[in-house]
């Protein structure tokens, strides 16, 4: 079903009674749809919680499956609500998706970096790289690691040890930093070592100056949004995969960003794909066409439980007392460039893990990269070396950091 732009915003001016009317409608759609079994994807934020509420209002009858993605990146509000909800409303219906933990034992970038740089100087590059000079595979890389340096990186804990579940750690280790939006990194699937060889090694040449400024861009800072795949996507759709779920609904929300609009005017409210271990597989967003103010309204009228996360207060750099409007992965910092940022508001609301983040992950010391790269006007990042040196000083100097390149809007995807 298309939808032009235009009917999306009348649609979305509508009262609430005709938004439910359609929500209910979709949900039978969906339904009608599936031939196995159905599931809500369910993220603890308050849009999924009433999705779920409707199910439980509208369809008290019907068997289907909540599946919680547990990212390991959750806001604690957040977390605790969801499993308390699903104890709750789920009971043997309700399942935790977590992210796979690593089959062996793998290199760290710092191990990785230093065994190409080993090989480089040895002259023995040609066992690794393609003819045209792209890194063959990680595992290639790793398996030309001789004993004695592989001793030498165990020491110094520059490996990844098996069974270690893959982790926000894990993912800018090998990829890079959630920074900017999914315009400049959303493609970024490759591991970050692979990129360096890309671009210091290939013989693949471009006239874009666009593409090349892209290029150094890359040079100077590691950026990948691939995180949300590993940590939400890959953990979701497996245990979809194990469940046989061929109707997925989502609490999305033409609303919350521009993509989300434009995914919704060209598929509608049911969209059919394909996965192998069930042919057609379909996805349902009820909520379309509800904004923010919808869902509170129904909460409230309704007595909807929600996360307490909602109701945490903060002040904003302009001084007005704000509430954290979205839920999501802790340590995304994709609105970086932005006022008001993801990351400005946690320093505030979750300043612990604030500064974890910026300081033990390394997050602060790749924004003070990118802004070194593409500063609009003099900063305090400018006088410093680390993130933890200058969050001592100043940790609101992260909350604006003059980036001109932000790539795009924030949006989780749940």
């Known amino acids: ?139 290639t890389l790793e398996k030309a690691c001789p004993a004695e340096m592989y001793d030498d990186f165990k020491k110094r804990g520059l490996i990844w040890k098996a069974g270690t579940r893959k982790n926000y750690a894990w993912c800018v280790d090998q990829y890079g930093y959630p920074i900017l939006g999914k315009a400049l990194s959303g493609k970024l699937t490759a591991r970050r070592i692979n990129i360096d060889c890309f671009l210091k090694y290939s013989q693949s040449e471009s006239d874009d100056a666009e593409l090349l400024e892209y290029y150094d861009l890359l040079r100077h800072v590691r950026i990948s949004n691939h995180c949300c795949a590993i940590l939400k996507k890959e953990p979701l759709e497996q245990m979809q995969r194990q469940l046989g779920i061929d109707v997925i609904f989502k609490g999305l929300m033409a609303s919350e960003s521009r993509m989300r609009c434009l995914n919704f005017s060209t598929r509608g409210y049911l969209f059919k794909s394909h996965r192998d271990y069930c042919g057609d597989f379909y996805h349902c967003s009820p909520l379309a066409i509800w904004t923010d103010d919808d869902i509170w309204e129904y909460i409230h009228r309704y007595d909807v439980p929600y996360s307490p996360l909602y109701d945490i207060e903060y002040e904003d750099e302009d001084g007005n007392l704000q509430k954290i409007k979205r839920n999501g992965c802790v340590g995304c910092a994709t609105d970086i460039g932005f006022k008001n940022n993801h990351m400005a508001s946690l320093r505030k609301t979750h300043p612990k893990m604030w500064r974890g983040y910026m300081t033990k992950t390394g997050l602060g010391d790749e924004i003070m990269k990118l802004h070194r790269y593409k500063p609009s006007k003099i900063s305090k990042m400018d006088f410093f070396n680390t993130a933890s040196e200058l969050a001592e000083i100043s940790p609101c100097a992260f909350d604006n950091p003059n980036i001109s390149a932000s790539g795009g809007e924030y949006d989780a995807e749940i």
């Open 1 to 139: 079903m298309f939808m032009d732009f235009k009917t999306i915003y009348q649609e979305q001016k509508k009262p609430l009674d005709y938004k439910i009317d359609v929500a209910v409608n979709a949900i039978k759609d969906g339904f009608a749809a599936s031939k196995n079994r159905c599931a809500i994807a369910f993220s603890g934020g308050k849009d999924s919680t009433v999705l779920w509420h409707l199910f439980r209002t509208y369809f008290p009858d019907k068997t289907y499956e909540i599946i919680f993605g547990n990212t390991g990146c959750e806001f604690p509000e957040s977390l605790a609500f969801a499993r308390k909800l699903g104890m709750e409303w789920g009971g043997e219906h309700f399942h935790e998706a977590k992210p796979e933990k690593l089959k062996k034992d793998g290199l760290k970038y710092q191990a990785q970096k230093e065994l190409l740089g080993f090989l480089e100087k040895n002259n023995m590059l040609d066992t690794v790289l393609k003819a045209d000079g792209k890194l063959k595979s990680t595992e």
